[in-house]
T-cell receptor, first 109, second 116 residues
Framework: QKEVEQDPGPLSVPEGAIVSLNCTYS??????FMWYRQYSRKGPELLMY????GNKEDGRFTAQVDKSSKYISLFIRDSQPSDSATYLC?????????FGTGTRLKVLA | NAGVTQTPKFQVLKTGQSMTLQCAQD?????MYWYRQDPGMGLRLIYY???????DKGEVPNGYNVSRLNKREFSLRLESAAPSQTSVYFC???????????????FGSGTQLSVL
């Protein structure tokens, strides 16, 4: 079992839709969780990070962690074509960074 | 504000050729990393350097060597390229290193390598 699992998509939604991107993880010792966004032919860039359980909001983006079910979510409200990218969940883990495989999102105008 | 700079952006090699991918960061970060990204496999760590003067193997080190030249620069060398090394390579850096708490990674824009 991979330590961080993510549905690869692709996910296509109309402009303005609410997008939900999800990951699961296996190790209950993980405490910090990140979301990286990767545009085509670019390197990943940090979008948001959260600690332990709970929500964190930044503009149209909300990151959520449910430690009881080992579930990580990223919600995008009022999605825009500029949100079209691959989104990778990640955790610093216990001694090395662990990435999900990424979910490719396309927001249609 | 350059951040992490990788060269070259594209490279085509024949099987058996060698090459070095260069990476430099200007954020005074202690740790640097080399990843490869393949469809369906995600980002896989090849080698990392937690601090100047140290290097360690990651998940997929076979066929690669690295050099931490100084605090700014971390190079990745393919001694005898194989088609299985066709991939997109990313260099990254972080302030702390070692999987510390809320460590954030900063990535370069990648090198697309094809080995024929």
């Amino acid at each position: 079992q991979k330590e961080v699992e993510q549905d690869p998509g692709p996910l296509s939604v109309p402009e303005g839709a609410i997008v939900s991107l999800n990951c699961t993880y296996s190790n209950s010792a993980f405490q910090y969780f990140m979301w990286y966004r990767q545009y085509s032919r670019k390197g990943p860039e940090l979008l948001m990070y959260t600690y332990s359980s709970g929500n964190k909001e930044d503009g149209r983006f909300t990151a959520q962690v449910d430690k009881s079910s080992k579930y990580i979510s990223l919600f995008i409200r009022d999605s825009q074509p500029s949100d079209s990218a691959t989104y990778l969940c990640a955790t610093p883990g216990t001694y090395k960074y662990i990435f999900g495989t990424g979910t490719r999102l396309k927001v249609l105008a | 504000n350059a951040g992490v700079t990788q060269t070259p952006k594209f490279q085509v090699l024949k099987t058996g050729q060698s090459m070095t991918l260069q990476c430099a960061q200007d954020m005074n970060h202690n740790s640097m990393y080399w990843y490869r990204q393949d469809p369906g496999m995600g980002l896989r760590l090849i080698y990392y350097s937690a601090s100047e003067g140290t290097t360690d193997k990651g998940e997929v080190p076979n066929g690669y060597n690295v050099s931490r030249l100084n605090k700014r620069e971390f190079s990745l060398r393919l001694e005898s390229a194989a088609p299985s090394q066709t991939s997109v390579y990313f260099c990254a850096s972080s302030e702390a290193g070692g999987g510390a708490t809320n460590e954030k990674l900063f990535f370069g824009s990648g090198t697309q390598l094809s080995v024929l």
